[in-house]
Every structure is written in structure tokens, then in C-alpha cells.
């Protein structure tokens, strides 16, 4: 135990917050409170000291030294590494490194396949800059920089950074700005900062112009110690606590996500459980995972310029236990579906089947249409009622010159020769030939529910359809009608457990950032005879806090001269302004 | 409120997007002859200066007081000038109302009229800080922030394709209530770490003038007294050039000040911008942080910021390394904000450049 602690009458480890009783105590003591509290000479107290080399000059640092009695080989390297990790310079180059590699992942193109960096990167005489060849990108691990290794250890030192800059500079700083420090001599008024000294002026008058400004003011045996801002000194304590939660809550969700995508078509289901995919070993899969979503609906609201205004996915959640129903919802993009722990976004789409109808008694449908009823007089001798057909069967019941079709629709997206989404399906007209080739039909095109385009068998363009609207259309022959083009909506599932917790560090550092904007400013103050020494600093806002000052001297009245007193006061050189 | 006629509106926009740039470019002449050719005394400062008492006058009565000003050098001078500043500002708000009112959604989905909010910011950010320091500041204020509204306004009216100035109905993923949030308060970040980060270069241009930086540096991070200071040169030397470079020294500090203040605003204002766009991108497609080009490119401003305001507390550093640094800053800004588009791909190519 040090002097310091040892001549407050403080025992070894005591390191409760001084009481208001403590502090008049201390303040009431004799010239102990001088050495207790007054900063050592030259020594910044309330910044937290730094220097380029790191040594162990900041009070905290020896605060922290102190505490420690004994000298063990471990104690020494954690004293060590601590004083190395909350080096300032350090900190700077760790976020420069990370401002690096993170641009550096923007410049190269992030978790491409290996053909796209053997292209696009190659070795040899076109080598991009003179260097950067797929090898060394890969062997840096340059494809997937933000995964890699070094990335997350360089975060890893940032965390230690922070914490360790709280521990042993932030924390006891603010400790010792919130003690009250009365001094009792102008040559430690000097050490503070700022010094002027008003002749002919009463300490009472500054501490009511202080108050009046929005500063705390405590006066004690004509000293005076004011502040305001305090919270400007924690609010950097807040940011580091609130960046260290983000990143516990990212590392959080890194290895407790589960997530994935599904791409369901109006009409089925699918269990949610089946599509998530953890995110490491550790990710559990929640309970609400087990129900079954099934896609009632999905529309495209289309602007009259045929721009998308909105997707919408009526979807209901199901208990595959009991059938109940937990939850219906119509989602949109940016208005997911969420249920106890699952979220569901909509975030793609696109066409699944197609709908047609085909009016009139035509040879080989006819052929198919005669047997299906044929069938179906057999069946329904055999039960009592028939379900509806499904794919690919003509409609049961349906008279000669009637048939339905749906026909599953297969995207040609990224084809050669197709631009954008572009989905296709196909109408045989006959058998397939003799060599395998394919039969002769109809192709029909879409590119959106909106409409629907027919080529005959020959590729020739024929027309377009809207579905719905019941207007038939003659291809090859045939009249077809559009019923209806089905669609299948894409949702994005997600289960994340550290969400909350990003959330709250968001929350926190939003605040915390705001609130260190503010300035944290002191002024102390002392009466000797008629004149009044008053000191002030601040940590943020200087030049405007010199002004403050000095319109807060100029303010302070000054009293006239005592004509009895043992020596005049010389005439104040001043202007004053009577407030 | 505003007419309904469609035709009415057009010509009616028409007409404030030319007015925003005349006036802007007639804002920036003012300013810059002003400036160069009109320099206050120092007892004009002081005058100035002494208004500032009054902690509860709200900014546009301080601005505008016209009575207590003795000098009416002073009276025409300045207030011409804050005048002309305040047209702008109100012609820039008025084009995003008609824009919000003919587009129906918040007037910040395309380039256009984001840089036109960032015009504005800048303009806005002037009338806030125009009466923190003197005169003479204000001027260099103004002579910067004018002329870098009027580039941002004349680069989005002359510059960009007609079509990508039009205001086209918002696709799903914009139409959300964060739009308003996080959009404008990251354009509000970007307008006060570019004004901040001119300051420090410019403090950088002045301070290559005078060679005593070692004082400077001493005096950037110190608590100061400024009366003391103007004395030491003053009153020891009562030479020409040590009056004139007393007041450079001065005016560096102020700089110096100002650039800070700024920052140090822009800098919350950034992390809100960027922690907002988080969240919605989790609330949109349940991602919070896809390390999108733009969005790390944020994360990189706001790293360099950070490494800026910490390396002012870092003693023997003070002065010029982080004016350096925020020199830095902001080339780093306008790549995040412009930049990041010329390289493609990514969630935030919302119709820019293609």
C-alpha cells in the first residue's frame, strides 16, 4: 500500500467509493489533502496520459500497480500485457488495420468460385497490378477476408483493446473527476490549467455566476470547485462498453445462427426445420422450427408503368401435430413473419407452373380426353366420387372440347442469349422421334405473372396473353387459354440468438456516442484576502470554453476598495460589466 | 397546400432548380470577395463577439440582431452575407417539399436528390456554427461551405443523366419508415465530416505558411487563454508581422477548434447513419451486417474518424497529424458516399451509376 492510501487512513484493498462524509473528512484534514488529492506536478490527471512509448504514467495504471502486492512471474506478464494492450498508438494502428482489410474487400470480389479468381486473376503476362495473381489471393485468403483467420483475430485485439483501455485509463479517470478536489494554494490552481486571479472579488459572486452557466458548485472554506458535463467524461467509458457488446453479440450470432432459403410454390408446404442450416456446431435449432408454413398466396403488385410496387405471401403457420393453425400472415418485403424465435423474409420469387386451357375437339388431346373419360366412367362404377386430377392429367369430367393443363415452368435465367429472368414451359403437339429428338410443340415464355408469350413449333412468335383474362389464343391449330400462371414465393428464414444483444449494443452506442459530444469543464477557485484565484480546463470544447471563461470574469463584479486596509488594492485594469 | 396541377409543379421545380444554383453561386462570389478584400478590425471583432453572452438567444435572433451593433461596416457587411446563405438554405428546403409532394415518398431515394439534402446540410451547418469564433472565421466558414453547396447543386442538376434525376416511384425494399432515418442521417454525417474535414485541410494549407508548428501543436490541445496569447505577441513585439502573425496563429487555433466541434458532432451522426441502416437491413432480409460494399466503406469512415479523434488525445500528436488524418477522412467520405458505386455491385445500387 502507497503513501496515498496509507495516510488516508484507507486498509489495503479498501477500495469503496468515497461517502460524501468521507470527502468532507478528507477535505477537513490538514495539509494531507494536498498530497492525497492534488495531481503530482506536471501530470495531466484527468486526460488519459498517453505517450508514443506507453509507460506506465497514467494515475489508473498506478492505481492499478498498487493494488497489486505481490510480484509473481504471471502478475508481472499481466501488468505487462495490460499496459501493451491499452497503449493508445496501438489501438490507432489495430483499427487501421482493420479500416484496411476491410476496403481491401470491397476492391476484391468476396466468395466467387474458384474459376471466377483463375479468370479474372490470372498468372502470366496480364497479372493485375503487376502481382495480384489467384494463387496469392487465395493463399491470403484474400476471396473471403472477412472470415479469415487474421480478420477475426485483429477484431479479437480490438475487443482486448477496449477493454483494457477501460480498465486501467478510463475507469479511474472518471473516478478521480468525480471527487470533489478542493485546494487550498494558488500554485496547484496553476497545475490545472487556465489561471487568472480577479483583485477585489468574492468567491460567493463566481459560484453564483457558475451556477447561473449550469455548473455544479461546491463551496468549502473559500475554495470552490465547479463542473458541468460530467457526462461528457463517461460517455467514451459507454461507447467502449457499447462497442465490446456488439461484438460479443456478433460473435454470438456467428455461431448460434441458423438460417436458410426456400422457394415455395402458391399452394404447398414445407417445414421450417428442414431449410435451416446451422451456422456451426454449437447453433441449436429452435422448438418453433418443427411447424409446417404453407404458402396460401403470393402476388406481385404491379405499378401501371409495369414496375413492382410491392410482393406479398399470405402465409399460414401450422402444428404438424395437431393441425392447429399459430399464426396467418400476409408478409412483404420489409415486413417479415415472425414466430417465437423464426423470422421470415421475403426476399425473392418466381414462376412454377402455368395454368392452360385448350378449347376445341383437336386429334391428339381428343385421343387422351376420350380415354381419361373412359376411365373416369370405369371409376366412378368402381366409387362413389372422383378428386380432381393433378399435373399433366386432363380434367376429370371435362366434355370432349374442354382440357386443362399445368404445365411446370423451368427458369432459363443466365442462359446463353437470355437477359434477366426468364422462365419457359412446353406443349408437345406429338411423340418424340425415332432418334430421340424431341416432338414438335408450343413454347411459352413469361417473364412475370403479367403476361404469357406463345411460339409455334417452328420458333415463330405468335402472341402474348394475359393470365385471366379468358381470350384464347390459335397456335399451331390449337385455341389455348392462359388460367393462370402459378408462382412460388422465395423467403430468406433466419434464427438468430445474439440479435437482442446487437440490438441493445446499437442502442447503447448510438447514446453513448451522442453523449461524448458534450464538454466536460472544471473551474476551481480560491479566496486569499480580497483576491480571487480562479483556474478552469475542459476536455473538448477549448477555445469556446476560453471564451466562456472570460466573459464569466469580465461578469464577476468587482467590490471597491476597503480604504482601511493594510494595502489599497491597485485599481482593477479591467472593464467590468455589472451583471 | 401546394398545387395539385402537375404541369404547375414541373415548371414551378424548374424554375427553384435554377434559383437554388444562382443563388448559391452568387452566395459563393459574395463570400469569397468578401473574404479576400474586407477584413475586419479587431475591435469589429470584439463587437461580434460580445453578442454571444445571451446562452438561451435561439440561433436565428442571434444571427439577425440588428440593434446592439455599433459599426454599420458591420451591420451591412455580415448580415448581407448570412442573408444570402439563409436564401439558399430556404430555396434548397422548398425544391425537396415540391419533390416530396409531386414523388409522394420521402424526397431522398435517388442521387439527385440526395445530393441536393447534402447542399442543403452544408448550407444549414453554416447558420448553426456561422457565430462560434469571429468574424473573420465566419467568412472562411461561409467561403467554404458556399462553394461546396453550389459544386454538390450544379454536379446534380448539370451533371447527372435527366433520367436519373427524375423522381421514379420507390422499389419494395425502399419502402420503409427507416428510409427517412437512416438516409438523412447519414447525409447529415457526410455534410459535417466533409465541412470538418476542408477546415482541417485548409488548416493544413495555412499551417505550411507559418513554420512555428511546434506552438501550435502545444496550443491545439492545451487550455489556453487566447487574450493571454495575442499578448505575448503583442505586447513583447509590437511589430507589423507579429501582430499579423499572432492573428494567423490565432486563426489556426480557431481553425483548428472549429474542425474539431464539427467532427465531433459529424461523428455520433455517422454511427447513428450507419447503426440504423443495420438495423433495417435486418428488419428488410434479416441481415444486419453483409460487409456490402457501401456499408463497409461506412464502417472505414467511421474507423478513420475514430482513429482521428483519438489520436488528439494522444500527446505529442497534436496539431498537424490529425488534420492529417481528417484530410484523409475525407477523400474517405466521398468514396463511401460516391465512390463505392463505380465498383457495381452490391444492396445499395439503387439506379446510380451503371
Not at chain 1, 502486492?69 to 504471471?74: A, K, N, R
Not at chain 2, 474542425?259 to 438495423?279: D, M
Request: neutral net charge.
Amino acid at each position: 500500500m502507497d503513501a496515498r492510501t496509507r495516510l488516508a487512513g484507507a486498509k489495503s484493498g479498501d477500495k469503496k467509493k468515497p461517502t460524501v462524509t468521507d470527502k468532507l473528512k478528507l477535505g477537513n484534514a490538514a495539509p494531507n489533502v494536498e498530497v492525497f488529492q492534488a495531481p503530482k506536478p506536471g501530470r495531466d490527471n484527468d486526460e488519459p496520459s498517453t505517450s508514443g512509448s506507453g509507460n506506465a504514467s497514467s494515475p489508473g495504471l498506478a492505481a492499478v500497480l498498487s493494488r497489486q502486492l505481490e510480484t509473481t512471474p504471471v502478475q508481472i506478464a499481466w501488468r505487462r500485457l495490460l499496459k501493451e494492450l491499452s497503449s493508445l498508438p496501438r489501438a490507432i494502428a489495430i483499427m487501421g488495420l482493420i479500416a484496411v482489410l476491410s476496403g481491401l474487400g470491397t476492391f476484391i470480389p468476396q466468395n466467387k468460385p474458384l474459376e471466377f479468381y483463375l479468370t479474372n486473376y490470372p498468372d502470366g503476362a496480364e497479372k493485375v497490378l503487376g502481382f495480384l495473381t489467384y494463387d496469392l489471393i487465395l493463399a491470403l485468403q484474400l476471396d473471403h477476408i472477412y472470415t479469415a483467420g487474421y480478420f477475426y483475430a485483429a477484431l479479437g485485439l480490438l475487443a482486448a483493446s477496449l477493454t483494457a483501455c477501460t480498465y486501467t485509463r478510463q475507469w479511474p479517470a472518471v473516478k478521480v473527476a468525480q471527487r470533489w478536489r478542493f485546494f487550498q494554494k494558488p500554485s496547484s490552481l496553476l497545475k490545472q490549467g487556465r489561471t487568472e486571479v480577479l483583485p477585489n472579488a468574492r468567491i460567493q459572486d463566481l459560484g453564483a455566476l457558475l451556477m447561473q452557466r449550469g455548473y455544479q458548485v461546491f463551496l468549502k472554506d473559500g475554495s470552490l470547485y465547479g463542473f458541468k458535463g460530467l457526462a461528457g467524461k463517461l460517455g467514451p467509458i459507454g461507447v467502449h462498453a457499447a462497442l465490446l457488446l456488439c461484438l460479443f453479440g456478433t460473435a454470438w450470432s456467428g455461431f448460434g445462427t441458423l438460417k436458410g432459403t426456400v422457394m415455395c410454390p402458391e399452394g404447398q408446404d414445407f417445414q421450417i426445420a428442414s431449410f435451416l442450416l446451422p451456422a456451426s456446431p454449437l447453433a441449436s435449432m429452435p422448438d418453433s422450427a418443427a411447424n409446417v408454413v404453407h404458402v396460401n398466396r403470393f402476388t406481385i403488385d404491379y405499378r401501371p408503368d409495369g414496375s413492382v410496387a410491392q410482393f406479398y405471401s399470405d402465409l399460414a403457420l401450422t402444428d404438424p401435430r395437431d393441425g392447429r393453425e399459430l399464426l396467418r400472415k400476409t408478409i412483404s418485403v420489409n415486413d417479415p413473419f415472425r414466430y417465437n424465435g423464426v423470422t421470415m423474409y421475403q426476399t425473392d420469387w418466381s414462376l412454377s407452373a402455368l395454368t392452360l386451357r385448350v378449347l376445341g375437339n383437336e386429334a391428339p388431346l381428343a385421343r387422351a380426353a376420350e380415354a381419361s373419360q373412359a376411365a373416369a366412367a370405369a371409376d366412378r362404377a368402381a366409387e362413389a366420387a372422383l378428386s380432381p386430377a393433378s399435373a399433366a392429367v386432363p380434367e376429370a369430367g371435362a366434355s370432349a372440347e374442354r382440357t386443362a393443363f399445368n404445365l411446370p415452368m423451368a427458369s432459363l435465367e443466365g442462359r446463353p442469349g437470355v437477359a434477366g429472368r426468364l422462365w419457359a414451359t412446353f406443349l408437345p403437339l406429338g411423340e418424340p422421334g425415332q432418334d430421340g429428338s424431341a416432338p414438335r410443340g408450343i413454347s411459352i415464355l413469361a417473364r412475370d405473372p403479367q403476361s404469357v408469350v406463345f411460339y409455334d413449333a417452328s420458333g415463330q412468335f405468335v402472341g402474348v396473353r394475359r393470365p385471366g383474362s379468358g381470350k384464347a389464343i390459335t397456335v399451331e391449330g390449337l385455341q389455348l387459354v392462359v388460367e393462370d400462371v402459378v408462382g412460388a414465393t422465395g423467403l430468406e428464414m433466419k434464427s438468430d440468438p445474439g440479435v437482442p444483444t446487437v440490438y441493445a449494443g446499437f442502442g447503447l452506442l448510438m447514446v453513448t456516442t451522442l453523449i461524448s459530444y458534450l464538454s466536460h469543464s472544471q473551474v476551481w477557485a480560491l479566496q486569499q484576502g480580497s483576491n480571487l484565484f480562479v483556474s478552469g480546463r475542459t476536455n473538448r470544447a477549448k477555445l469556446s470554453f476560453d471564451r466562456e471563461l472570460d466573459e464569466l470574469l469580465n461578469a464577476v463584479p468587482e467590490l471597491p476598495t476597503q480604504p482601511v486596509a493594510a494595502a489599497p488594492a491597485p485599481p482593477a485594469p479591467q472593464q467590468q460589466q455589472q451583471e | 397546400m401546394l398545387l395539385n396541377n402537375v404541369l404547375n409543379l414541373d415548371s414551378f421545380e424548374n424554375s427553384l432548380r435554377n434559383a437554388t444554383f444562382l443563388t448559391l453561386f452568387f452566395t459563393t462570389i459574395f463570400y469569397w470577395i468578401y473574404t479576400a478584400f474586407y477584413t475586419p478590425t479587431t475591435k469589429q471583432n470584439k463587437n461580434m463577439e460580445n453578442l454571444k453572452t445571451n446562452a438561451f438567444l435561439s440561433v436565428f435572433s442571434k444571427l439577425f440582431l440588428v440593434q446592439t451593433i455599433n459599426s454599420k461596416y458591420l451591420q451591412s457587411n455580415i448580415l448581407f452575407l448570412r442573408s444570402s446563405m439563409a436564401i439558399s438554405n430556404l430555396l434548397l428546403i422548398i425544391l425537396l417539399l415540391v419533390r416530396w409532394d409531386k414523388s409522394g415518398h420521402f424526397p431522398l431515394s435517388n442521387l439527385y436528390e440526395s445530393l441536393m439534402f447534402l447542399a442543403w446540410c452544408c448550407t444549414f451547418l453554416y447558420l448553426i456554427y456561422s457565430t462560434s469564433f469571429t468574424i473573420l472565421v465566419e467568412k472562411i466558414l461561409g467561403s467554404i461551405i458556399a462553394p461546396c453547396a453550389l459544386l454538390m447543386n450544379a454536379f446534380a442538376t448539370f451533371s447527372l443523366p435527366k433520367e436519373m434525376q427524375d423522381s421514379a416511384p420507390l422499389v419494395p425494399a425502399l419502402q420503409s419508415n427507416w428510409l427517412m432515418m437512416h438516409v438523412t442521417v447519414m447525409i447529415i454525417s457526410y455534410a459535417t465530416l466533409i465541412i470538418g474535414s476542408l477546415l482541417s485541410i485548409l488548416f493544413l494549407i495555412l499551417n505550411m505558411i507559418y513554420a512555428d508548428s511546434h506552438i501550435i501543436n502545444r496550443l491545439t490541445t492545451n487550455n489556453v487563454s487566447l487574450t493571454k496569447f495575442t499578448w505575448l505577441f503583442f505586447g513583447s513585439n509590437n511589430t507589423e508581422s507579429a501582430e499579423k502573425n499572432a492573428g494567423l496563429m490565432v486563426l489556426l487555433l480557431k481553425l483548428d477548434s472549429l474542425s474539431y466541434r464539427i467532427i465531433g458532432l459529424g461523428f455520433p451522426f455517422l454511427t447513428i447513419g450507419i447503426l440504423s441502416g443495420a438495423v433495417w437491413a435486418n428488419e428488410a432480409w434479416g441481415s444486419y451486417w453483409s460487409w456490402d460494399p457501401k456499408e463497409t466503406w461506412a464502417l472505414l469512415t467511421w474507423l478513420v474518424f475514430a482513429i482521428y479523434l483519438h489520436t488528439r488525445l494522444t500527446k505529442g500528436w497534436e496539431g498537424k497529424k490529425p488534420a492529417v488524418i481528417a484530410s484523409i477522412g475525407f477523400l474517405v467520405v466521398w468514396f463511401c458516399y460516391l465512390g463505392v458505386n463505380l465498383i457495381g455491385e452490391g444492396l445499395h445500387s439503387y439506379g446510380f451509376f451503371n
